[in-house]
């Protein structure tokens, strides 16, 4: 882990209230690959970690094509920042195939987890515009009001208004399935949608700074005509989630001893 040229004792002072003692974040984003003969190859994931301070003045970037292997890398982030009990740390993301699994493996099993509140919004909008269609009107009303029980009562007050909710009589195929992918969406993350307790805490239930070192990190990636081997993309995510990490921790990696390669 690098040094910061200055310390940082944010990351250790007494956190208030129900405050944790950091959050962390996990997602990840489509690199350009190259392929056999500098032809294009299939995108890959490069998966993105942060943790952060509750203040947002101190965070570290991580990023690995291995899922695996960044999650543990994170768990060695945080206690080189002096994070040593994982129980209080929040894990903020969306519900991305096997990132919770993967904090759950490398952190703790019991990690506290909120389902980022934007995407689970963004999936009752999507649903709404299925189900009402061009009706501008009836699509607003429905998904504010479907918010509003998600956002003051929790995930479990939204999956009884849901199953309650009559569809019309003569409802398309579609709009039947996409209702039921909606309830099972929430039924799958219904114990990380507990967001008027999670507010009561005073916890984020956004991952908003994750998704902006995704973009961040991206950008120096996916720049017009860039095709890319792995290791160089490994090498030059890294050297970004350095940079976005802060100029102690980006000027700490240049000021420590570094081995010439052969």
């Not at 999936?123 to 003051?152: M, N, Q």
């Not at 792995?230 to 420590?256: I, N």
Request: hydrophobic content about 35%; glycine content about 12%; aromatic content about 8%.
């Amino acid at each position: 882990m690098v040094e910061p040229t200055q310390e940082e004792p944010g990351w250790t002072k007494p956190r208030e209230g129900g405050e944790p003692a950091a959050y962390v974040g996990l997602d990840a984003f489509s690199v350009p690959m190259q392929g056999a003969g500098a032809g294009p190859a299939e995108h890959r994931m490069l998966y993105t970690a942060l943790v952060y301070t509750p203040d947002k003045k101190h965070h570290r970037y991580l990023v690995d094509f291995e899922l695996d292997v960044l999650a543990e890398e994170l768990r060695s982030q945080a206690r080189a920042c002096g994070l040593k009990d994982v129980g209080q740390l929040v894990a903020i993301t969306d519900g991305g195939n096997g990132l919770e699994e993967a904090l759950q493996r490398h952190l703790s099993d019991n990690v506290a987890t909120v389902l980022d509140w934007y995407h689970a919004a963004e999936h009752l909008c999507d649903f709404a515009a299925v189900r009402f269609g061009a009706d501008e009107g009836s699509r607003s009303r429905w998904a504010e009001e479907a918010k509003g029980i998600l956002y003051e009562r929790g995930g479990e007050a939204l999956l009884s208004h849901l199953r309650s909710g009559e569809l019309p009589t003569r409802a398309s195929p579609e709009v039947v399935e996409e209702l039921r992918k909606l309830i099972g969406y929430f039924e799958n993350n219904r114990h990380r949608t507990d967001y008027p307790a999670y507010r009561a805490k005073g916890w984020d239930i956004g991952s908003g700074p994750t998704e902006a070192g995704c973009k961040i990190i991206g950008e120096r990636l996916k720049g017009s005509g860039m095709r890319w081997v792995e290791d160089g993309a490994a090498t030059v995510g890294a050297l970004r989630a350095l940079y976005v990490s802060g100029p102690k921790v980006w000027d700490g990696f240049w000021s420590q001893p570094h081995t010439l390669a052969a």
